[in-house]
């Protein structure tokens, strides 16, 4: 579905941010990326999504190439990005914010079938339909954020941290829905300091280290291996 192959970014005229990087997203699979903060696992997302400056080696999105797209085309692939900090518009009711996640869809009537999608998906962000997305929660937010990347069908879903700032409670509503998203047939990549969780719902994790991989595996294997518990989990 994704595979990035040996990629080397960084921004602008900046130094090297991720070297080498190998990484697979097979249909139906959450893959999570879990690292220290600053290890790029940001920018591996904004790497496929076009926002940075890619240096050396390839990504496809199936058979075609997508590095050297512009971000316009590879949304237009089926590539959906939720950025870290539920990046909304406050000012906009959730149904404009919506109809912004849909900018590249002319047809009208697409537009409000996805809506109606989008809303059955997420009931409780119905009743905030009209309302400014100003005066929403954290969670719901998210939702909404989600919502946006979700009105264009993505066949790729990339979610960075999709859990930060929310309480235990809301964040396991969030990390439901995503399931959901993956078994109605979109592969998502989750960058995630909740790593535990994260890797709970996924297929595979990559442990990234200094803008490199640093170890790939199971997800169900990450979680028991004893190094990675103690660096990254918060377990001993
Ligand atoms: N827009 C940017 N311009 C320049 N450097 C950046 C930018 N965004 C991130 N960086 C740098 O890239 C490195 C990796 O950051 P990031 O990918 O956000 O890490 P992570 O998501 O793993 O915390 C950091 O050193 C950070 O300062
Ligand atoms: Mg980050």
């Known amino acids: 579905m994704l595979e990035i192959k040996n990629l080397t970014a960084g921004y602008k005229q900046g130094p090297d941010i991720i070297k080498n990087i190998n990484l697979t997203l097979l249909e139906n699979e959450i893959v999570t990326i879990i690292g220290p903060n600053g290890a790029g696992k940001s920018t591996i997302l904004l790497s496929i999504f076009g926002l940075t400056n890619l240096r050396k080696g390839e990504i496809y999105h199936g058979a075609r190439k997508i590095s050297g797209l512009k971000t316009d085309q590879i949304i237009r692939s089926g590539i959906a990005l939720v950025m870290q900090g539920r990046n909304i518009f406050p000012d906009l009711t959730v149904e404009e914010n919506l109809e912004m996640g849909a900018f590249v869809l002319q047809n009208k009537t697409e537009i409000a079938l996805r809506k109606e999608e989008v809303f059955n998906f997420f ?114």
């Open 123 to 236: 009931p409780i962000l119905k009743k905030f339909r009209q309302k400014s997305s100003g005066i929403l929660s954290g969670g719901e937010r998210q939702m909404v954020a989600i919502s946006m990347a979700l009105m264009l069908s993505p066949e790729v879903l990339l979610l960075d941290e999709p859990s930060i700032g929310l309480s235990p409670k809301i964040a396991e509503e969030v990390f439901e829905k995503i399931q959901k998203i993956r078994d109605s047939g979109t592969s998502i990549l989750i960058v995630e300091q909740n790593a535990i969780k994260a890797l709970e719902i996924s297929n595979r994790g990559y442990v990234l280290e200094l803008g490199e991989n640093a170890l790939e595996d199971k997800a169900s294997e990450l979680l028991l291996n004893p190094k990675i518990c103690e660096l990254y989990l918060g377990k001993s």
